[in-house]
């Protein structure tokens, strides 16, 4: 091959750009890991060499590498089998059916050792759409593995559901004071239930037995091979340090960031990785935070274009299913939630919030901010701006962690400050159905307004929140156009829904400007590196009900070809 001529073409498709005109051209070309040329059909057939790979699209769709921009990579692989049982939509769907794949694996390990597992949603299982004042007990484990201590995260990885054995091997009983920030359901006796929402699920899993860096390792390489599979070539990964230190939001998560930094150091990391330090947990304070940036060590001597710390991740609230995103209207049957930060009163747990924003502002961290509730945003805005104003940075780029329920004043003010919002479409499309019991009809017709946050100028990106969701962008998609949830395809604010411009745009584009990488990836254009995703079929004609069924045919990383279907 001459040394000018590609080494790959894509021709004869539809080749979606996403440049700022969201250009349409019918080939791609490149050579190494660049791309070095984007056109017409007979413009790239012109370029081939005689060594040069050309793929044949006859109309299909190439896309920039997709881009998960909040996916928790080590923690989705450790929900997996061998380390973890799926106890999840569609795997199961009531609490028996959880209970016998519980006893079975009881069966099979020795007395006295945990069982674990990931996925249960209440919105999913029979007994609880049958009975709404049915959840999950202890005593429905109690039953098949009196003797092994079990501990299921549900899907949010919000909340933990414990048999009785594992209460005893964690020391909670009705006399124990969840941490701030924390909730310990408890039954009309005063005992508790099993259930541990937010900070208090530390009890539970800080007494987990740790993974190994191997064991890491191979869960986050597992995982980026799914993502291959997916298209997906980038994504964030929103939480490590010394502020993780449960298994299912990162086990020790000093320990994924090390898997993290060998992998990167010794080329096996295929995939390009942010990574938001977390250096205080759910229910922190400033002082913790403080502690917890200076014990983090940041990976050297990688390529920043595989891995690289950008910023500081904080909890602000919780979510709606707890009830712990703070409203300012009432949830049915009362309360408001609350910010999930120390402080014994709300006026105290602000400034608090304010301190640690601003810390990790001063500190040059681009800050990730999970926050759901409408008071709650309200006052991570105001946050971000005042921590700005004390020590101005221009282009900053923080951005509010899933916003479910963002109001036109916030947005207009994270607009104004040039402040991005990451949303969770496929997390709307999961819960939809069930968000009015959840907080209201009033609150729940404004839920997750992305059509007012890109109207209103905000940078917008779409995520999967893995294990939350599965990262499928292509449901993503699909959700922000037709608003319509998974349980029983009822349209939920039709008019947030967005075109598939914007929708992709979340998914590439916008989701490079979160990771400070614009300029060299996120669109298809000469210069930018060659990460791209070639879908199945023409995806400008098709139906958004079709989306979710397109398939990946080939994702190309860093020049080379690394799935072919």
């Known amino acids: 091959m001459s040394d000018t001529a590609p080494s790959l073409i894509l021709t004869g498709g539809q080749v979606l750009t996403v440049d700022r005109a969201f250009s349409v051209a019918e080939g791609v070309a490149v050579r190494g890991r660049d791309i070095v040329a984007v056109g017409s059909d007979a413009e790239m057939r012109a370029l081939a060499g005689p060594r040069t790979r050309v793929v044949e699209l006859n109309g299909r769709t190439v896309l920039p590498g997709i881009n998960d921009s909040h996916l928790h990579g080590a923690a989705y692989g450790m929900t997996k089998p061998p380390f973890a049982l799926d106890v999840g939509h569609p795997a199961v769907g009531s609490i028996a059916a959880i209970a016998a794949l519980v006893g079975g694996a009881a069966c099979a390990v020795p007395p006295g050792q945990w069982i674990v597992g990931l996925g249960w949603d209440p919105g999913c299982l029979k007994e609880c759409l049958a009975d709404p004042r049915r959840f999950p007990h202890r005593r429905d484990l109690d039953a098949v593995a009196p003797e092994h201590p079990v501990c299921l995260t549900d899907f949010s990885s919000h909340t933990v559901w414990l048999n ?254 040039g402040y991005g919002i990451n949303m969770n479409p496929t997390i709307m499309w999961t819960t939809a159905d069930t968000m009015d019991a959840m907080v209201g009809p009033g609150p729940s017709a404004r839920q997750w307004p992305v059509r007012s946050a890109v109207e209103a100028g905000v940078r917008l990106c779409a995520s999967s929140d893995a294990p939350v969701t599965e990262p499928d962008w292509r449901q993503g998609v699909a959700h922000m156009m037709l608003r319509e949830s998974r349980g029983g395809g009822r349209v939920c604010g039709a008019e947030q829904r967005v075109p598939l411009v914007e929708a992709l745009r979340a998914y590439t584009a916008t989701a490079a400007w979160q990771d400070f990488a614009d300029d060299w990836k996120g669109t298809i254009e000469p210069g930018k590196v060659a990460d791209l995703c070639v879908l199945d079929r023409p995806l400008l004609s098709a139906d958004p009900h079709d989306i979710p069924d397109a398939q990946v045919d080939l994702t190309v990383f860093d020049g080379e070809v690394i799935h072919e279907r």
């Open 164 to 417: 009785t054995a594992a209460l005893r091997r964690c020391g909670i009983d009705a006399d124990t004071v969840p941490p701030p920030g924390g909730v310990i359901d408890t039954g009309s006796d005063g005992e508790p239930t099993g259930i541990l929402r937010e900070a208090a699920q530390q009890l539970a899993l800080a007494a987990l037995p740790s993974p190994t860096i191997a064991q890491r390792r191979h869960a986050i390489q597992t995982v980026i091979r799914e993502l291959h599979s997916r298209g997906i070539t980038s994504y964030t990964e929103p939480g490590l340090g010394p502020g993780g230190t449960e298994t299912f939001y990162g086990g020790l998560s000093t320990d994924n960031l090390t898997a993290y930094t060998e992998l990167a150091a010794e080329g096996l990391l295929h995939a390009r990785v942010n990574v938001l330090l977390l250096p205080a947990a759910m229910g922190g304070s400033a002082e913790e935070l403080r502690r917890g940036l200076g014990e983090s060590t940041l990976p050297g001597s990688t390529d920043p274009r595989r891995l690289r710390v950008i910023g500081v991740k904080i909890f602000a609230d919780g979510i709606p299913p707890n009830r712990t995103s703070w409203m300012n209207e009432p949830y049915p049957g009362g309360g408001h939630g609350s910010l999930c930060v120390h402080g014994d009163t709300p006026a105290l747990q602000v400034e608090e919030l304010r301190e640690m924003i601003g810390i990790a502002h001063e500190a040059g961290f681009q800050l990730g901010v999970h926050v759901t509730g409408d008071r709650g945003i309200d006052t991570v805005v105001d946050a971000l701006i005042a921590a700005n104003a004390t020590a101005p940075r221009p282009d900053a780029r923080h951005y509010v962690i899933h916003g479910t329920f963002a109001g036109p004043g916030s947005l207009a003010k994270l607009a104004a400050h």
